[in-house]
T-cell receptor, first 112, second 111 residues
């Protein structure tokens, strides 16, 4: 069964550095999403992306975040200047139409 | 704004007992309700998805029901096993296509 693939599985970064989290969605999917889960908290929606533009974003998704689909297969989340509170598990998801959303295994981001 | 609540937050049962996990949501205008399993430090494994037009879905020992009008879903796990120990999350897909998650129920099945 096709899967959403996320790399790396664990990323450790110094505070203030830029980080890029990568996702390869399922190949024929058109909608892409990022969610995050701070340790011990709920999974939260960050952003959805369709037709090369952001379709929805949450209050969390401020100017330090950006998303991009640089080629036909990858979908990336960039955090420009990381803060300690950005430490979380980040999940990528994709869907062919708006639902259901298929999730990757996540990238654990640790900010030191 | 959709709020999803899961009760109880934690549950410990002896092996073989049936599990009942509850999920409630405040906005009944949803497309679907999905149940996930999450092992410690790991990703989200989708277990069951119930469309808004459906009342229940079954997969093996798992059965999930949906009562949209009252804003409730229940996940039943029959004849629990130690391998069922995990955190179970429910998530409602709202009309804006954002998934809203509950905080989860952490299940421990004692051998």
């Amino acid at each position: 069964e096709p899967e959403v693939t996320q790399t790396p599985s664990h990323q450790v970064t110094q505070m203030g550095q830029e980080v890029i989290l990568r996702c390869v969605p399922i190949s024929n999917h058109l909608y892409f999403y990022w969610y995050r889960q701070i340790l011990g908290q709920k999974v939260e929606f960050l952003v959805s992306f369709y037709n090369n533009e952001i379709s929805e974003k949450s209050e969390i998704f401020d100017d330090q975040f950006s998303v991009e689909r640089p080629d036909g297969s990858n979908f990336t989340l960039k955090i420009r200047s990381t803060k300690l509170e950005d430490s979380a598990m980040y999940f990528c998801a994709s869907s062919m139409v708006r639902q259901p959303q298929h999730f990757g295994d996540g990238t654990r981001l640790s900010i030191l | 704004k959709q709020e999803v609540t899961q009760i109880p937050a934690a549950l410990s049962v002896p092996e073989g007992e049936n599990l009942v996990l509850n999920c409630s949501f405040t906005d009944s205008a949803i497309y679907n309700l999905q149940w996930f399993r999450q092992d410690p430090g790991k990703g989200l494994t989708s277990l069951l998805l119930i469309q808004s037009s459906q009342r229940e879905q079954t997969s093996g020992r798992l059965n999930a029901s949906l009562d949209k009008s009252s804003g409730r879903s229940t996940l039943y796990i029959a004849a629990s096993q130690p391998g069922d120990s995990a955190t179970y999350l429910c998530a409602a897909l709202a009309r804006d296509y954002k998934l809203s998650f509950g905080a989860g129920t952490t299940v421990t099945v004692r051998a």
